[in-house]
């Protein structure tokens, strides 16, 4: 089993939508949370980090549950720049060793 | 502020050659990572330094790859002698000081194929 494990996608959405990702982690000391995206042929690039409490940058909304090790990320009124790969990201240890999801492919269509 | 940097952006070897890799963290980032995705698979953790020491080298595929960080600033890691299955695309990322949940900055990463 991956310690990280993604909705395999894609997803294919008209501009405006509401998309969902969810994710599940392994590992249940795992101590810190983030969504990443990631362009064709790019580095992945910090999207948000996800709180125990939730919380919300924008059009964005990411919400972390510890007892079901789950993480998810919300995206609502989808532009054509949000088509990307979206990865879940598990920090393990006191340094923070990324784990990464495969990630979730997004595209969004006019 | 400058991001992390990678060089080269690209380089294409041939099996059995070597290669050296270098990564140039954000300043006054004191936590060095270095990641790498291989075709179809996610990315994978490599090694870790805080300033020059070695934290975590557990990601290490084996002892054909060597990783340094002299003087707690760039890092190097080189494949020597490169094998078929080394070719991706390897990743240096950034963080500050201390432990904690420091987010990580990553660079453009260098694509490396072995044929």
């Known amino acids: 089993r991956k310690e990280v494990e993604q909705d395999p996608g894609p997803f294919n959405v008209p501009e405006g939508a509401t998309v969902a990702f969810n994710c599940t982690y392994s590992n249940s000391a795992s101590q810190s949370f983030f969504w990443y995206r990631q362009d064709c042929r790019k580095e992945p690039k910090l999207l948000m980090s996800?709180?125990?409490s939730g919380n919300e940058d924008g059009r964005f909304t990411a919400q972390l549950n510890r007892a079901s090790q789950y993480i998810s990320l919300l995206i609502r009124d989808s532009k054509l720049s949000d088509s990307a790969t979206y990865l879940c990201?598990?920090?393990?240890?006191?340094?923070?060793?990324?784990?990464f999801g495969a990630g979730t492919r997004l595209a969004v269509h006019p | 502020e400058a991001g992390v940097t990678q060089f080269p952006s690209h380089s294409v070897i041939e099996k059995g050659q070597t290669v050296t890799l270098r990564c140039d963290p954000i300043?006054?980032?004191?936590?060095l990572y270095w990641y790498r995705r291989v075709m179809g698979k996610e990315i994978k953790f490599l090694l870790h330094f805080v300033k020059e020491s070695k934290q975590d080298e557990s990601g290490m595929p084996n002892n054909r790859f060597l990783a340094e960080r002299t003087g707690g600033t760039y890092s190097t890691l080189k494949v020597q002698p490169a094998e078929l299955e080394d070719s991706g695309v390897y990743f240096c990322?950034?963080?500050?000081?201390?432990?904690?949940?420091?987010?990580?900055?990553f660079g453009p990463g260098t694509r490396l194929t072995v044929t």
């Open positions: 996800v709180y125990s």
């Open positions: 990322a950034s963080s500050q000081r201390g432990q904690g949940t420091y987010e990580q900055y």
């Open positions: 300043s006054g980032h004191d936590n």
């Open positions: 990201v598990v920090g393990s240890g006191g340094y923070n060793k990324l784990i």
